[in-house]
């Protein structure tokens, strides 16, 4: 979405757009911003009318899609009433309304699936209702930041919504062109109303108000680690859910839904973007590093989430990690006469870096002790 970039969503209803058009001598008319209740409406109606009257003329064996519109008296069967390809929804909630979002599913990919904040490295078409290409990669992967931040990053929220419903595929070894292809990855189309796209903005390709169609195929991701705890974001998915969200923004979120906050200690920030998720005074950062003066697996200072396997690409280098970031430790006392305390601790035993399920300690307020 090179040119994607450049364009600029109005992220607030009440935020008015100044009309060419004069109203007496050199006098800008004020065109309010449609409500977004309102247009999600309208858009929700364009885009079940567009899925009933459209039918998918072709899959090829890429997964490249062609949609085309049912001739007067054609027998084509819609995309509304097709089953071949599943047609699935998602709720979203954004601008403080929750939208719902058609996609269809044309092959849901055997990889990891992305969090909502990784980086992913995709094809797409984007169309309008109408049938208009208005962009393309042409089948050439990019990458895109679906947090929308830097360069490569993705200003249509919708995208950040359904990529996350797919996985990546697997990849083969670099031919001798150069060029890295891969298997088994994801295919789809997503149906975006305005208010996931570009709302008001218009572009010479992109009318205001214009719900988007996207085909896309998802070949690989980069796991991102937005607060740089140590922690990857999908693994600051509280609720397992496959998102999360910055809420902390109360004017443009005065009440999200609470099935959708990931915020351990609750302190209006999100674990994903918060250095200390338990809110017990440690940074996770500080919580997750190794102990020094003990042997401890692998080379790195800081626990991973999980075990990790050694990489097979550096047989001269063990980067296993076989233990993964403890719970509150249940071994011996210290001193076995006195009570547990900051200066008299229990002793970690194996079981603590390996049980499943278990309470990690930088989510865990409880340890290490508070500060006096």
Partial sequence: MNKFKYYFILLLAGISLVSCSKKDDDDPVVVPVNDYTVQYK?????IIKYLKTNYIQEVTADFDVKIAKIPA?????SIWDQTTYPLETRDVFNDNITYKVYYLTLRKGTGQAPMNTDRIYATYTGTLLNGTVFDSS???PGIWDLDGQGSR????????????????GTSNPIGSDGVQTYDNFGAGVMFLPSGLAYYA?????????????FSFKLYDLTRTDHDLDGVYDYQEDINHDGYVYDF???????????????DTDGDGNADFIDPDDDGDGYTTRFEITKPTGATYSGLSKYYPYDPILDNPKTPNTDESEIWGIPRRPTGALTDPTKPESITNPKAFVKEDYTDLPRLRIHLDKTYPFQKN
């Fill in 42 to 46: 309208a858009d929700n109606d364009s």
């Fill in 73 to 77: 008296g054609g027998t084509q069967i």
């Fill in 138 to 140: 042409y089948n050439i």
């Fill in 153 to 168: 990053g993705v200003f249509v929220d919708g995208w950040k919504e359904i990529f996350p419903k797919f996985n990546i």
């Fill in 201 to 213: 903005s218009a572009t010479a390709a992109i009318p205001a108000y214009s719900p988007l169609v």
């Fill in 248 to 262: 902390s923004d109360k004017v443009a979120y005065p009440s999200p839904p609470a099935s959708l906050v990931d």
